[in-house]
């Protein structure tokens, strides 16, 4: 199974901070890569997919990129509504498909 | 729009067995496969089965392999699991989320969820 380690786990932020995620692969996945965004209590909600591509009606300060082994999720400019944890996910192998652990963006 | 919507959740003996479905609407369901995900309470997201779009073909986490069984009626637009052999472990919340290619993906779209318990 590939594993995806995310780092850090819990973040401490400002509005508007620019916030990165670091999502790592334990092999090569090539782009498959997916960010999505989970609010308490709610889905999560698709945010970018191969690795860099803007989810519809998901707003640009949103950005991802990487390839291989290695990943970021940006946050540009922090909004109070993005306060939330956050998930990666690989979907280059068949099976399974695996998620990271999550990072909570918290209030600093 | 999409929407799905779980139900079918509740209380559970271990060893015992549930059956979830999930309504469908808003797209052309039998061209899409579709994927249950859990979270266990404050836990994060655990992929469980996907299920092609036409074919029916299926793949499981091998956490549930043997147990759990995931189908599909198109011509209802519905999507079923049916958990047997429960664990205190398969205590979680379960989504249904459509993915992008027909046999998997990432997951364009997420319903509400329902929650499934183990105990006794």
């Known amino acids: 199974d590939i594993q995806m380690t995310q780092s850090p786990s819990t973040l401490s932020a400002s509005v508007g901070d620019r916030v990165t995620i670091t999502c790592r692969a334990s092999?090569?996945?090539?782009?498959?890569l997916a960010w999505y965004q989970q609010k308490p209590g709610k889905a999560p909600k698709l945010l970018i997919y191969d690795a860099s591509s803007l989810e519809s009606g998901v707003p640009s300060r949103f950005s991802g990129s990487g390839s291989g082994t290695e990943f970021t999720l940006t946050i540009s400019s922090l909004h109070p509504e993005d306060f939330a944890s956050y998930y990666c996910?690989?979907?280059?192998?068949?099976?399974?498909?695996?998620f990271g652990q999550g990072t909570k963006v918290e209030i600093k | 729009e999409v929407q799905l919507l779980e139900s079918g959740g509740g209380l559970v003996q271990p060893g015992g067995s549930l059956r979830l479905s999930c309504a469908a609407s808003g797209f052309t369901f039998s061209s899409y496969g579709m994927s249950w995900v859990r979270q266990a309470p404050g836990k994060g997201l655990d992929w469980v089965s996907v299920i092609s779009g036409s074919s029916g073909s299926t793949y499981y986490a091998d956490s549930v392999k043997g147990r759990f069984i995931m189908s599909r009626d198109n011509s209802k637009k519905t999507l079923y699991l049916e958990m047997s052999g429960l664990r205190a472990e398969d205590t979680a919340i379960y989504y249904c989320?459509?993915?992008?290619?027909?046999?998997?993906?990432?997951?364009?779209?997420w319903g509400l969820g329902t929650l499934v318990s183990v105990s006794s």
């Open positions: 092999q090569s996945i090539s782009r498959w």
């Open positions: 989320a459509r993915t992008s290619g027909p046999n998997g993906g990432y997951f364009d779209s």
């Open positions: 996910q690989q979907y280059h192998s068949y099976s399974p498909w695996t």
